[in-house]
């Protein structure tokens, strides 16, 4: 498949073309996250792994926010993308529509290594908020918790990162 660059991308007319694309039963929810340049960034990530889709929950901006226009160069015109008030609710509308693991991505007392962890497909991924983490109720209705080992004194990594690295991870494991 021909890639576009920046600005084929930012200028890309969705109601005339849009590559066909194989997209992975991958789902990212974002919970409560409130930077809108970690929202661009994460409808990059999702297009560079071709995730099925992203939930934005909470209260979050969504497209066409310009910063997160800007920081996602276009991709939020390609990746299917749905907004949410509640976490809870995207947790539940998935789980209607398929089997899948619901994993939240998380510093947490019951977190295994996101190395260990048994990945398999569908699975949708929540990303919790740049302050705050993942919420509470979004944990207690996850089937996993994963981390990704931290050896200094920083407790956590950017979202965008974390998800990242949790993502290549399971690309690399289950292709």
């Not at 084929?8 to 194989?22: C, G, N, V, W």
């Not at 929540?126 to 979004?138: D, F, Q, R």
């Not at 996993?144 to 399971?170: Q, T, W």
Request: charged content about 20%.
């Amino acid at each position: 498949m021909m890639k576009l660059n920046a600005k084929e991308l930012r200028t890309l007319d969705t109601s005339r073309q849009i590559p066909e694309i194989k997209r992975l039963p991958i789902y990212f929810i974002l919970d409560n996250i409130y930077d809108t340049y970690n929202i661009g960034g994460l409808f990059r990530l999702a297009d560079a792994i071709s995730t099925s889709g992203i939930y934005i929950c909470g209260e979050s901006e969504i497209p066409p926010n310009h910063k997160i226009k800007k920081a996602s160069i276009g991709t939020y015109k390609v990746v299917p993308w749905v907004y949410k008030k509640s976490t809870i609710e995207a947790i539940e509308e998935l789980r209607n529509k398929f089997t899948l693991a619901v994993i939240s991505v998380e510093q947490h007392k019951k977190a295994v290594s996101y190395i260990n962890y048994n990945y398999i497909y569908p699975l949708a991924l929540i990303l919790g908020n740049e302050t705050n983490g993942v919420s509470k109720e979004a944990l207690d209705n996850s089937d996993a918790i994963v981390e990704i080992p931290m050896y200094g004194i920083n407790k956590s990594l950017n979202v965008i990162v974390s998800a990242s690295i949790v993502s290549y991870h399971i690309l690399t494991n289950l292709k």
